[in-house]
C-alpha cells in the first residue's frame, strides 16, 4: 500500500510565476489536507478537502491561492503569481473516511518550493 | 480558533535518560492530540496519539498523559537513543464523526540525545 505522495519534491519558480503541487492520497483515503512549513517552524493547516469539496479553507491565503480534489486524479495546491515569502515546503496529509478511525494523519514527502 | 502551545524550543538529554515535552491546548472542544516526529528534510511521522477519553496511553518507549482540565498533554520518552534526535511536533484538532478539522500544531521541540 503506497504511502501518501507528492510531487514534485522540488518546484523551483521565478516571482509572478505559478506553482502547482500535486497529492495523491493513500488508497482508501478521502481526506486530503494542506500544511505549510516555513524554514525552522512547525506546520500550519491552510486546507482540508475531500473528494470535489473544500470543507475548511480558513488556513488559506485570501488571494493567489487555491486547492482542489477532482473526482479523478491528485489533489493539487495552486500558487498564482509567486512572491519569495511563498519559499516553504509544502506537504499534503491524508486520512481515511469518517468512522473508521479517528483523525490520523499520514503526510507525504512534501514539495520544497523556491521562489527565486 | 485553537492556539497551541509547546515547550521546550530545545531539549538535551544523556543517552539513556528520559526526556518528557508539554503542550497546552486552547479550544475544549479539541479531542485528538497526535505527536509527530521529524527528521531533518523528511516528512511528519506520527509517532503517538491520544483521544480525549482517555488519560495515558503506552507504546514501548514513549507514553502520552493528557489532562483534559487543565488543557495540557505530554509526550514522554524513556530510555532515549540517538536515532531519537529530530524535531517533534505535538497538534490538536476536533474530531467529529463525519471529518476532521485540520491539525494545529506546536512549533515544535528539538530533542538532543548526547552520547
Known sequence: ???????????????????????????????????????????????????ENIIDE??????????????????????QQVVRGDSAAYFCASSPPGRVTYNEQFFGPGTRLTVL | GENVEQHPSTLSVQEGDSAVIKCTYSD??????????????????????????????????????????AKHFSLHITETQPEDSAVYFCAASTYSGGGADGLTFG???????QP
Open chain 2, 107 to 113: 512549533k515544535g521541540t528539538h530533542l538532543i540525545i
Open chain 1, 58 to 79: 480558513s488556513g488559506m491565503p485570501k488571494e493567489r491561492f487555491s486547492a482542489e480534489f477532482p473526482k479523478e486524479g491528485p489533489s493539487i495546491l495552486r500558487i
Open chain 2, 28 to 69: 475544549s472542544a479539541s479531542n485528538y492530540f497526535p505527536w509527530y516526529k521529524q527528521e531533518l528534510g523528511k516528512r511528519p511521522q506520527l509517532i503517538i496519539d491520544i483521544r480525549s477519553n482517555v488519560g495515558e496511553k503506552k507504546d514501548q518507549r514513549i507514553a502520552v498523559t493528557l489532562n483534559k482540565t
Open chain 1, 1 to 51: 500500500n503506497a504511502g501518501v505522495m507528492q510531487n514534485p519534491r522540488h518546484l523551483v519558480r521565478r516571482r509572478g510565476q505559478e506553482a502547482r503541487l500535486r497529492c495523491s492520497p493513500m488508497k482508501g483515503h478521502s481526506h486530503v489536507y494542506w500544511y505549510r512549513q516555513l524554514p525552522e517552524e512547525g506546520l500550519k493547516f491552510m486546507v482540508y478537502l475531500q473528494k
